[in-house]
Each structure stands twice: as C-alpha cells, then as structure tokens.
C-alpha cells in the first residue's frame, strides 16, 4: 500500500500526528490542546519577558507578543470632556495580535479620584479602586491579525470644593498572555502606560447656546446681533465670555469698533469687555469680562442679548464662542474653571447665532 505522504506536525504542541489526519482535525486537535493546557495553572509557568516595543501616539507595540494595544474614546463622552459628579465615562482598549495568544490578564492603575470600572464585554459588576490598580482577567484567544475591543466604564468619586477641577485617567500598566509557541504564561510591564483620555471633574457643566437675535435696535442704535442662553440644573457662574463675530463674504456690512452692550431681561449688565471691530469680509475677537459675574440660577434659563453698532446696507454676521480659552466660568462649588482647563476640555455643542439685515 502506498504511504499516506509525509507525517504532519501540530503547530501548537510539535506533536507528529499520521499522514492521514485531515487538515480539520490537525486545526481541532491543535486548539483543543492549547486549551486544555492554558486552562491548566499547574502546567503553565509564569515568566517576566523583556519588553521589545514601539511607542506611537496613543498606543503601543510589543514586539515579543505580536500585541498591539491601543485606546480610544466613545459616546457618550466626547473627547476631552468635563465629567459632572455622578457622571461616567466610557473608554475603549483594543488589543490587537499577529499571532495566536491567549490574553489572561490585564492590570489598570488609577487615581484615588476613580471609584471603580467595568468592562462590560467582561464583567456585569463593576471593580472598586481600593489600592489604585484594577485586575482584569480576560481569558481570551485572539486569533492572528485578530483583536479584541474592551469597553470600559469609568465612575468617578463625588466631586467636593478640594477635588473638583482636578483631571483624571485610567491607565494599562500590565498584561500576560500565553502563546502556542512555549504554552508559557508571560507578563509585561508596560515601558509605558497606555492611557484613557483625561477627564476633567466639576461638580457641574454650564450650559452655553448661542441662538439667532431677535431684530430690536436700542435707543444709541446699537443693534442686537446675538443671544447667548444659559442652562443648567445647578447653579453656575459665567466670568469671562469670550465671542467671535465673523462678516460674511458677498456682503458689506461690518460691526465699528466698539464695547458690546449686554441685557438680561431689560437690564443692562455690567461688563467690561475688549473693543472689538469687524470689517466688511473679516472676523473680530472680544473677551466679555462680567464685573459681578453672571451667576446663572438652578433649573432656569437666563438669555444674554448682545449689541452692537452695525453699519451697512446689507449685513450678514455669525457670532459663537471662541477661543475657549479665554471662557472663564465656576462650577456650583464655586470652583473657578480657567482659559486653559476649557481650551482642553469643553467640547459642549454651543451652536452659532446668525444675524442678518439689509436697508
């Protein structure tokens, strides 16, 4: 009879198996046996592993593994945020292999100000931060070219008058794995800790929306080009608000240098704001600094009318909030949230007004 053809060797093991085993049962055999023998403590050894990686950008490369890990952000949070006490967040790690592991374990450090995490696709109950590091077991196998996406919700402490404003972020400082190569369990410290995005905690966030004028002209001929309304279930305080005006193309109207004119209701404000001049086809910048600050009342709805003098026969102008940072504001704690933490952090939708008059 003649021979079947050469002798097959297992991938996992090195094992010869008979010329006539089907390719099928070579792949079943194989990853029965890898199974069976990562799931058996007594038989894989743990070992430390030298760390060969390259660090790009937000992720990270272990060249020893084959592991690529790297971390992203999701809805509902948007990136670089202010998370408001008793909110959350939800971040991504996504582990990526060339070759097939079985990724064990993955370790997590984080500051006394996060309270526990859960990493849905893992665990229904959430693990509390009590030493500042988060023990994840993952066993699973990524198959090569393979990955895994672990989301994972981050609930923070309550925020009070000394934590609040403070920025916090969750970090992966660890991982083992087990290989079909050595049928070894391995753990890497990372060189460097993949991080989440940084979070910002305020007791709350205001609520800024620009919306479109309403037309009314005041007795100096100052004319309303913007409102601004302001929202929040608490209480908060605006500082510094800084606008920008923009002077459409196609159009000849232009705003003549000016302090702007801020009403609530009927009153006037007292404000202090820089000069600001929009030429015909160009944009001006202006910092409204509130004298008393304009503290915004819990559960109402305050709209700030803004006036200019506008010259022109037809005028078309776009005004929103910008640079962030020059927005200054105070959470209900009374926690002054400065220029540089809102160009970081405040990602909130304001939306623009639209102002437009012809002769």
Not at 77 to 95: C, R, Y
Request: glycine share 6%; net charge positive.
């Amino acid at each position: 009879m003649a021979p079947d053809g050469p002798a097959k060797i297992c991938i996992l093991c090195k094992m010869k198996l008979p010329p006539s085993t089907t390719n099928l049962a070579v792949a079943f055999s194989c990853l029965l046996l890898f199974l069976f023998s990562a799931s058996c403590k007594k038989n894989t050894a743990i070992t430390s592993t030298r760390v060969n990686s390259t660090i790009t950008g937000d992720s990270i490369v272990i060249k020893n593994a084959g592991i690529t890990i790297k971390t992203g952000i999701l809805p509902p949070v948007t990136q670089k945020t202010f998370i408001p006490n008793g909110d959350s967040s939800v971040a991504e790690f996504q582990v990526i292999a060339s070759k097939l592991i079985l990724l064990r374990r993955m370790d997590f450090s984080a500051p006394s100000l996060i309270l526990s995490s859960r990493i849905s696709s893992i665990y229904d109950y959430k693990i509390h931060n009590d030493t500042g590091v988060m023990t994840y077991f993952i066993d699973r196998y990524l198959q090569p070219g393979s990955g895994a996406d672990l989301i994972m919700d981050i609930f923070y402490k309550n925020i009070n008058k000394i934590n609040s404003g403070s920025v916090a972020q969750v970090s992966l400082t660890g991982i083992s794995y087990v290989t079909s190569e050595d049928n070894m369990e391995h753990y890497i410290s990372l060189p460097r800790p993949v991080k989440t995005e940084p979070m910002c905690l305020v007791r709350n966030k205001p609520g800024i929306m620009f919306q479109n004028p309403s037309g009314a002209v005041l007795e100096n001929g100052f004319r309303e080009i913007m409102q601004v309304k302001l929202t929040g279930d608490l209480k908060w305080t605006l500082v510094n608000l800084p606008l920008s005006i923009s002077a459409s193309h196609d159009y000849n109207g232009a705003v003549s240098k000016c302090k702007l004119i801020v009403k609530n209701k009927n009153e006037i404000l007292e404000t202090e704001s820089d000069s600001v001049y929009v030429p015909s086809e160009s944009t001006g910048n202006t910092v409204i600094h509130f004298s008393k600050a304009f503290q915004h009342a819990a559960g109402d709805t305050e709209t700030l009318k803004i006036y200019a003098p506008v010259s022109g026969t037809l005028v078309s102008l776009i005004s929103t909030m910008n640079p962030y940072k020059a927005l200054v504001w105070k959470d209900a704690l009374g926690t002054k949230i400065n220029g540089q933490q809102n160009d970081r952090f405040f990602k909130e939708i304001t939306n623009f007004s639209s102002f437009y008059y012809q002769e």
